[in-house]
Nanobody
Framework: QVQLVESGGGLVQAGDSLRLSCAAS????????MGWFRQAPGKGREFVAA????????QYGDSVQGRFTVSKNNAKNTLYLQMNSLKPEDTAVYYC?????????????????WGRGTQVTVSS
């Protein structure tokens, strides 16, 4: 099993920045993908960003491209999401996720492990 614990969420104003962290523990895999999804009230889970731990490849959802950056500290086994130029529509619960193998998927069902989420609220 893999345990994921998110932190760093909060209430900010539009245009502000925020950095989310995800500490991973438990069983690890030689090759896997770590990433972030989000879910706004009344909406489905949306792919935000992901990184392949073996290749370093990153991918982003269209709505956050150019504003968000995903990175990983392998020594600390921690995933980060740097969010800049935040907008009210970024308001959601953000989930840290892990999937086996390095192919980055935009489909929530492909991810094997999920954290409990951290709330991000952006006021206008």
């Amino acid at each position: 099993q893999v345990q994921l614990v998110e932190s760093g969420g909060g209430l900010v104003q539009a245009g502000d920045s925020l950095r989310l962290s995800c500490a991973a523990s438990g069983r690890t895999f030689d090759t896997y993908t770590m990433g972030w999804f989000r879910q706004a009230p009344g909406k489905g889970r949306e792919f935000v960003a992901a990184i392949s731990t073996s290749t370093g490849e990153t991918q982003y959802g269209d709505s956050v491209q150019g504003r968000f950056t995903v990175s990983k500290n392998n020594a600390k086994n921690t995933l980060y999401l740097q969010m800049n130029s935040l907008k009210p529509e970024d308001t959601a619960v953000y989930y840290c996720v892990v999937k086996h193998l390095t192919h980055i998927s935009y489909y929530a069902g492909d991810y094997n492990y999920w954290g409990r989420g951290t709330q991000v609220t952006v006021s206008s």
